[in-house]
Nanobody, 122 residues
Framework: QVQLVESGGGLVQAGGSLRLSCAAS????????MGWFRQAPGMEREFVAS????????NYADSVKGRFTISRDNAKSTVSLQMNSLNPEDTAVYYC???????????????WGQGTQVTVSS
């Protein structure tokens, strides 16, 4: 089992930056892919970015490429999301997630944090 705890959300003006962190704990973390998702009011949850613990391979949604950077610190078992050039459309609850490689984020082996609110004012 994996436990995920997010931190770092808040209110920022358009054009500003925020850094989210996700502290992960549990067994065999190296087999997991870590991800960030977000959900705006009235919208479906959407993928933002992911990274593998083992090789650090990253993947991004087109909407955040060039603005957001996902990284991991293996020693601290944390995954971070650096968000730059934020705009009001980035306002959402951001969730940290983990899944074993080759499985679904929404499957029985997927894990989710409680979410952290990010609000970007215009």
């Amino acid at each position: 089992q994996v436990q995920l705890v997010e931190s770092g959300g808040g209110l920022v003006q358009a054009g500003g930056s925020l850094r989210l962190s996700c502290a992960a704990s549990g067994r065999a973390l190296s087999i997991y892919v870590m991800g960030w998702f977000r959900q705006a009011p009235g919208m479906e949850r959407e993928f933002v970015a992911s990274i593998t613990w083992s090789f650090g391979t990253t993947n991004y949604a087109d909407s955040v490429k060039g603005r957001f950077t996902i990284s991991r610190d293996n020693a601290k078992s944390t995954v971070s999301l650096q968000m730059n050039s934020l705009n009001p459309e980035d306002t959402a609850v951001y969730y940290c997630a983990a899944r074993p490689g080759g499985s679904s984020w929404y499957g029985s082996n997927g894990y989710w944090g409680q979410g952290t609110q990010v609000t970007v004012s215009s």
